[in-house]
C-alpha cells in the first residue's frame, strides 16, 4: 500500500540551476549573491522594513529574544499551544516564558488572557500565527503599547499571510519565519527575521553575524570590522540560499495551490461539520492563510485517536500537533503558566492534521474518503459539543 505522507518537499521552480550557479559564483559561505536576494524578496513579499535570512526560524527566534533585552528574571508572555523553539529563545535568555491560553475559535494567542499575565516583569508578547491565520494583533498591539512590551511575530507558518490587508512579518517590531521542509516556502532547514522597529536594525546585523559589525564594514561605513555586542552564526550558507530564492520566486503560486487544497478539504468536510461530528478551521475575521495546514477538531481524544489509526492503517499520515509546552518537563521547569489553560489542553487532545503539501493533487480525494468512511461507519449519537 503506498502511503501519502503529511507533507512531502517539491522543487517549484530553479532550485537546481541556482544552486549550480552560487557554485560558479564561488562563495559558499553566508550574505553571499543569494542569500541578498532572498533578503530583498522577503522584505517585498512581507512590506517588512527589513528582512535577514538565518538558517533555522529557531536562529531568527532567538535574535528576536537578544533584541529584545531579555535578562533573568524578565517574563515573556506566549501561548503553550506552540513548537519549543518559541519558548526555547526566551529560556536561552534566563527569561521565563509565560503561557497563557488560546482562544477556541482561532487556535491563537487570547489577548484577555495576554492583558491579565502583565507584570511589571513583561518584557514582551510572542505572538503566534497558528496554521498561517495571524493571531489579533491589533489588540495585542495595543496591550503591547501600554505597557512598553516588544511584540514578537512567531510567524513560521504564516508567509502570504494578512491581518487587515497586512501581511505577516510586518505586524509586529519583530517576525520569525520557517522554511523547514514542512512549510509552505522551503528550504530543507532555513528562516528568517523581519524587523520594524527602526532601533533594532543595525544591532540585529550584528548579532547574526557573530556580534561584530561586518555589514557594515562590507557597505564601506567603518575601515575595519570588530566584535562589538553578543551574536552568533545565524547566517545560512549558499547553497540553502540559492534553494530558497528559487521557492521565493513562486511563493505567491504555491500559496494559490495549496489554498485549492485548503478549499476541497473544507468543501468536502462541511457536510460533516454540519451533522456535529467534527469542527472545520475558524478563519479569524480580516485575515487570509496560505494553505499551509488543514486541521480538523475531534469530539474527544478518543475519536481523534481512533481516526488517526483509521487514517494509518489506509496508508495516509494524519498525526495530531503540539503536545502543550506547559505539560512538558522541561515547561515545567523553566516558565510557568497563567490560568489552566483549559482549551489549549482541549484542543492538543483533539485536533489532528491532514496531509498537506503542493504536489498532493488527486491524493486529496483519497484522504477525503478515508475520513468520510471512517464518520460513516460512528453511531449517529456521538456528536461534536
Not at 540551476?17 to 524578496?41: E, K
Amino acid at each position: 500500500m503506498s502511503k501519502i505522507p503529511l507533507n512531502r518537499p517539491s522543487l517549484v521552480g530553479n532550485e537546481m540551476n541556482y544552486i549550480l550557479d552560487a557554485v560558479q559564483r564561488g562563495q559558499l559561505s553566508g550574505d553571499g549573491y543569494y542569500t541578498q536576494r532572498c533578503n530583498a524578496l522577503i522584505e517585498e513579499l512581507t512590506q517588512s522594513s527589513k528582512a535577514l535570512v538565518t538558517h533555522s526560524c529557531t536562529a531568527a527566534l532567538e535574535m528576536a529574544a537578544i533584541l529584545c533585552n531579555l535578562e533573568p528574571g524578565d517574563e515573556v508572555i506566549l501561548p503553550s499551544f506552540t513548537f519549543v523553539s518559541t519558548a526555547n529563545a526566551i529560556v536561552l535568555r534566563g527569561a521565563v516564558p509565560v503561557f497563557v491560553d488560546i482562544d477556541p475559535s482561532t487556535l491563537n494567542i487570547d489577548p484577555a488572557c495576554v492583558e491579565d499575565a502583565v507584570t511589571e516583569r513583561t518584557r514582551a508578547i510572542f505572538a503566534v500565527h497558528y496554521a498561517s491565520f495571524p493571531a489579533d494583533m491589533d489588540a495585542l498591539a495595543k496591550i503591547a503599547g501600554a505597557h512598553d512590551l516588544i511584540l514578537v511575530e512567531d510567524a513560521a507558518q504564516a508567509l502570504g499571510s494578512t491581518y487587515k490587508g497586512r501581511p505577516a512579518g510586518s505586524l509586529g517590531d519583530l517576525a520569525a519565519f520557517s522554511f523547514h521542509e514542512t512549510k509552505n516556502v522551503i528550504s530543507g532547514e532555513g528562516g528568517a527575521l523581519t524587523v520594524n522597529k527602526p532601533s533594532l536594525m543595525e544591532r540585529a546585523e550584528i548579532i547574526r553575524e557573530k556580534g561584530t559589525n561586518r555589514s557594515r564594514f562590507i557597505r564601506g561605513e567603518v575601515d575595519k570590522y570588530t566584535w562589538v555586542d553578543i551574536g552568533s552564526s545565524y547566517l545560512p550558507g549558499e547553497l540553502i540560499s540559492s534553494f530558497l530564492y528559487a521557492q521565493l520566486e513562486v511563493e505567491t503560486d504555491i500559496t494559490k495551490r495549496r489554498l485549492s487544497l485548503f478549499d476541497r478539504y473544507y468543501e468536502a468536510f462541511t457536510p460533516l461539520a454540519e451533522n456535529g461530528l467534527l469542527r472545520l478551521p475558524v478563519v479569524p475575521p480580516h485575515t487570509t492563510g496560505n494553505g499551509h495546514m488543514f486541521y480538523l477538531l475531534m469530539e474527544d481524544a478518543e475519536t481523534r485517536n481512533e481516526l488517526s489509526s483509521y487514517m494509518r492503517e489506509n496508508g495516509v499520515i494524519a498525526p495530531f500537533h503540539y503536545i502543550p509546552l506547559h505539560s512538558a518537563p522541561a515547561g515545567r521547569k523553566f516558565s510557568r503558566a497563567h490560568g489552566d489553560l483549559a482549551v489549549t489542553d482541549k484542543i492538543s487532545d483533539t485536533l489532528i492534521r491532514l496531509p498537506m503539501f503542493v504536489d498532493l493533487g488527486a491524493d486529496i480525494e483519497m484522504v477525503i474518503d478515508h475520513v468520510t468512511d471512517f464518520f460513516s461507519q460512528r453511531p449517529a449519537s456521538r456528536t461534536f459539543t
